[in-house]
């Protein structure tokens, strides 16, 4: 049974750093596509970073250069440093995992992140 539990969230003033993990059971980070999207009120989810079997990362250019995704293969876990937070990435941030298709089918519960101005 695959389950991801996220970690991490908390408040944080602009300009401030957070980390967030997402410790997976039931599968393998290391040999999947794993991501971090989250939802904001009355907005659709979006994309905020993801990285593959092979390392690769990627990332929209409103998080670019400021968040980090990475894994630790040891623990069997994906995290997601934020750094230079701003309130618009005030959001519930939810951990992913994709099938082979490509579908984010894994979904963890959420992590709410909250930014002051």
């Known amino acids: 049974q695959v389950q991801l539990v996220e970690s991490g969230g908390g408040s944080v003033q602009a300009g401030g750093s957070l980390r967030l993990s997402c410790a997976a059971s039931?599968?393998?980070?290391?040999?999947?596509?794993m991501a971090w999207f989250r939802q904001a009120p009355e907005k659709e989810r979006e994309f905020v970073a993801g990285i593959r079997s092979s390392g690769s990362t990627n990332y929209p250019d409103s998080v670019q250069d400021r968040f980090t995704i990475s894994r630790d293969n040891a623990k069997n876990t994906v995290d997601l440093q934020m750094s230079s937070l701003k309130p618009e990435d005030t959001a519930v941030y939810y951990c992913?995992?994709?099938?082979?298709?490509?579908?984010?089918?894994?979904w963890g519960q959420g992590t709410q992140v909250t930014v002051s101005s």
């Open positions: 992913a995992c994709a099938i082979a298709s490509g579908t984010y089918k894994y």
């Open positions: 039931g599968l393998t980070v290391s040999t999947r596509l």
